[in-house]
């Protein structure tokens, strides 16, 4: 939940230095269509703005989203199968997997497992993946301005670090 809460800030922010304000949102929890009688909620989504009437009629956005971000949790399987397919079905441009806990499969965060990033990108219909870790810094080609480290978005989690940067923000 805090991580989600992290990812809207800092997309919002993005969204502002790209330009983007007056077209796109960040949305968490918003429904997404994936197929004729499915939906999934994903943790957070960049939304467009003229696709808002959609979600607080129905609850449920039908036009793909220009980037889906699901965070891990037990059901890994869920995210790294189900909805990766889902999502790259539908059209989803930008789709990660922000798997804190290193949870997921070895096939799809490697061996050892780790805290990973998973970046998929739409490329002729489908999902190239790169894999960000500790320490490296997540390329989004939604946002190529976007400047954030995997460190920081994987801490984002645990209440005493943000408890943390929220103090050092306070010190002149």
């Known amino acids: 939940m805090l991580i989600a809460k992290f990812l809207v800030q800092v997309l919002d922010q993005a969204i502002q ?56 949790s037990q059901n890994w399987q869920d995210d790294y199968l189900i909805k990766l397919a889902e999502y790259e079905t539908l059209g989803i441009p930008e789709y990660w997997i922000v798997d804190h806990q290193g949870l997921g499969g070895t096939r799809y965060i490697g061996n050892p497992k780790q805290p990973t990033l998973s970046v998929y990108t739409l490329v002729n219909g489908e999902y190239q993946v790169s ?22 978005l994987f801490w984002a989690g645990n209440p005493k670090y943000l408890r943390h940067r929220r103090q050092a923000k306070q010190q002149p």
């Open 17 to 72: 230095e790209s330009g983007h304000d007056d077209i796109w949102t960040t949305l968490a929890v918003p429904g997404q269509r994936t197929g004729e009688a499915t939906s999934r909620l994903p943790d957070v989504a960049v939304v467009p703005f003229d696709t808002i009437d959609d979600v607080l009629t129905s609850a449920v956005l039908t036009t793909p989203d220009p980037l889906v971000i699901e965070i891990v």
């Open 131 to 152: 894999l960000i870790r500790v320490g490296e810094l997540i390329k989004s080609p939604t946002f190529p301005s976007l400047v954030l480290d995997a460190t920081t």
